[in-house]
């Protein structure tokens, strides 16, 4: 009963230090997002995948790496981490790209950066 | 493109009354499905309710109900017998669909932060 799983839950990284915050998922859902959620904010779409092997940018892109050679695994990497990356990250997954298919969401990784 | 908009930052009902939380959308997709989100205090999102655009009756799920008028590009969740723990924020998203060539990225509101009071 694991749906999607998100580590590290917390974390706090110097600024210009990198990290990667994992994602798996068990459910053989093709498609995968991260989104990052400032306070008070909505969901902002960083990347997204629709199979293993494929990756697109989505609305903020910029700092942030992913990669998908797994259908299960879609890790996200910060590189030379800034302040404007404090945020709280999540990872998502959906079965279909059709329209009644809902989202099945980690618990998210709250980072901070000092 | 699509877009979402929560007017409302803030609700406030009694507990046992009922609230609805306003969601307009706008998209120019043929089909696309609607849902809303709890986001209790602890942070994790937990899925309330779908609509479809073609789906004639309004969806239920429990207390959740939600009001879709597409004519007015409207899908306002309503919370029947609000519950103290009903207290969270509430996100309204949709995606379209991909094998129509529709958007099937999810696109979210920026959420309305609701609070029961007893």
């Known amino acids: 009963n694991a749906g999607v799983t998100q580590t590290p839950k917390f974390r706090i990284l110097k600024i210009g230090q990198s990290m990667t915050l994992q994602c798996t998922q068990d459910m053989n859902h093709n498609y995968m997002y991260w989104y990052r959620q400032d306070p008070g904010m909505g969901l902002k779409l960083i990347y997204y995948s629709v199979g293993a092997g494929i990756t697109d940018k989505g609305e903020v892109p910029n700092g942030y790496n992913v990669s998908r050679s797994t259908t299960e695994d879609f890790p996200l990497r910060l590189e030379l981490a800034a302040p404007s990356q404090t945020s709280v990250y999540f990872c998502a997954s959906s079965a279909s790209g059709t329209s009644n298919y809902g989202y099945t969401f980690g618990s998210g990784t709250r980072l901070t950066v000092v | 493109a699509q877009k979402i908009t929560q007017t409302q930052p803030g609700m406030f009902v009694q507990e046992k009354e009922a609230v609805t939380l306003d969601c307009t959308y706008d998209?120019?997709?043929?089909?696309?499905?609607l849902f809303w989100y709890k986001q209790p205090s602890s942070g994790e999102m937990i899925f309330l309710i779908y609509q479809g655009s073609y789906d004639q009756q309004n969806a239920t799920e429990g207390r959740y109900s939600l009001n879709f008028q597409k004519a007015r590009k409207s899908a306002n969740l309503v919370i029947s017998a609000s519950q103290l723990g009903d207290s969270a924020m509430y996100f309204c998203?949709?995606?379209?669909?991909?094998?129509?060539?529709?958007?099937?990225?999810?696109?979210f509101g920026r959420g309305t932060s609701l609070i029961v009071h007893p």
């Open positions: 998209t120019s997709d043929p089909s696309y499905g």
């Open positions: 998203a949709m995606r379209g669909d991909h094998a129509s060539g529709g958007s099937y990225i999810p696109t």
